[in-house]
């Protein structure tokens, strides 16, 4: 499109024609040389995307992703070389090259160095001697002139001397730990005998020298504490004048609770006192609960899950009764059995482990059985009295058993008859007699 005057525009005398000019408007050529060119676009030139060669899947999953289309609007991160690898022209001596993997030559000092100039002047025959080679550091020889070698193996006779006693863990009496964990556990239970006090007393003693020898102020202070608390001299004239019950039990079980952060030798069992407490507490209240006859299991589970042992110990024949929802003499057999079982907690020896307790509930056991085995059939009588004196003596040994935690071998005997869980038991004692304690499969 362009301008042109057209001849009315020019000369003003013709008719129409004025001064403003006037804008003609014609096709313009169609010669593509006439067009101007084209200016560039602003836009990238969009990439082809390339096709993968026809193969196998793999070949197709393994294409470089570098390959494929960049979106639009996307920048791709800038490759940096990578830095080139500097060696060190230093070389590593015989006696470096002689250390084991992760051992650092030692350093010169004056002492190596004046060993070396002793080695000289022993060389050109003066008086001066070489020092001896340093001690051991790291199972390694340290010698004079800095030089590591590895140290030899102690023979047979060494280990032997080096290795500490048996009935000692480290230093500790390993006898006075497992009576004070033991304490621990049965006191957080309940109340216990106060023939414990005497003996919880000698293994605080037994430990203060530990203490002090590792430095500890803190195991110090408890053990001393503990020695405070209990009554050593009143329980040795008068058992049965001091009883670890009330105010006293619960100071006793806070400061014995505190020996398991100081004490690295403390067992395992006794770590978590009240977890460890809440957990054997919880299966002794099952075995009473399941020691008596004629009672719902449903009933059973809902008052060991609500009931603690110190409540199941208050509560009368006639409320047990109607907890399970049984007759009142089903009551009155429980009340009886707990009575039992509290009479004989508060009236035991120490016994780490129920150890012995354990030996003398499995005779009784036995014996039990014997008895039921060899009765008239037809005095029926004699044969339900000796049937309950049986289910009694079971419910000690399993109490003994859930004492001690000892929860995968009450599983383990459950569905067992009477004289199995016998033979189970003989064989379990009889091991454990050849071995140090008694060690059920709760304990590993």
């Known amino acids: 499109m362009y301008l042109r005057a057209t001849p009315a525009s020019i000369d003003p005398t013709l008719p129409g024609s004025t001064r403003r000019q006037q804008i003609s408007v014609r096709p313009a050529s169609k010669d593509p040389a006439s067009r101007p060119p084209t200016p560039p676009s602003k836009r990238a030139p969009e990439r082809i ?123 500790v009496p390993r006898h006075s730990v497992e009576l004070l964990a033991d304490f621990a556990l049965k006191l957080a239970l309940g109340p216990i005998s106060s023939s414990w006090a005497a003996e919880a007393g000698h293994a605080a003693a037994a430990l203060l ?74 299966r002794i209240v099952r075995e009473l609960l399941s020691s008596v006859d004629g009672t719902r299991s449903d009933q059973r589970a809902r008052l060991e899950r609500q009931a603690r042992l110190d409540v199941l110990g208050n509560m009368s024949a006639e409320a047990l009764a109607q907890e399970l929802g049984a007759p009142v003499e089903r009551g009155r057999e429980l009340r009886r059995v707990v009575d039992v079982y509290l009479a004989e907690r508060q009236a035991s020896t120490p016994d780490i482990g129920n150890q012995r307790g354990l030996g003398r509930a499995l005779e009784v056991l036995d014996l039990a059985a014997r008895a039921f085995e060899e009765a008239d059939p037809e005095l029926k009588d004699e044969q339900r009295a000796l049937r309950a004196s049986r289910r009694d003596a079971m419910t000690v040994v399993n109490l003994l058993l859930a004492e001690r935690g ?39």
């Not at 494929?68 to 230093?90: F, K, N, Q, W, Y």
């Not at 050593?232 to 806070?254: F, K, T, Y």
């Not at 770590?271 to 919880?282: I, M, N, P, S, T």
């Open 49 to 171: 995307p390339t096709r993968p060669m026809l193969g196998s899947r793999e070949e197709a999953g393994r294409r470089d992703p570098r390959l494929e289309p960049t979106p639009p609007g996307m920048r791709l991160p800038r490759v940096r070389p990578r830095p080139a690898m500097v060696v060190s022209p230093v070389s590593l001596t015989p006696e470096q090259l002689a250390l084991p993997p992760g051992a650092r030559p030692k350093m010169q000092t004056l002492l190596g160095l004046g060993a070396a100039v002793g080695e000289v002047l022993a060389a050109d025959g003066s008086d001066a001697a070489p020092l001896a080679p340093r001690e051991e550091e790291h199972g390694l020889i340290v010698t004079a002139t800095g030089a590591a070698t590895p140290a030899p193996a102690p023979d047979a006779a060494e280990a032997e001397e080096l290795a500490p006693a048996g009935d000692e863990v480290s230093g």
């Open 209 to 282: 020298p530990a203490a002090e020898r590792r430095q500890q102020a803190a195991l110090g202070a408890v053990l001393a504490r503990l020695l405070e608390l209990l009554p050593v001299s009143a329980a040795a004239h008068s058992p049965a004048a001091v009883a670890l019950d009330g105010a006293l039990r619960e100071q006793l079980v806070h400061e014995v609770s505190r020996l398991a952060g100081l004490l690295p030798e403390w067992p395992a069992p006794a770590q978590d006192l009240a977890e460890e407490a809440r957990r054997r507490e919880g």
């Open 406 to 444: 000892e929860h995968e071998w009450l599983d383990l005997l459950e569905p067992l008859s009477i004289g199995e869980r016998i033979e189970r038991l003989k064989q379990w004692l009889s091991a454990a007699a050849a071995s140090d304690g008694v060690e059920g499969p709760s304990r590993g």
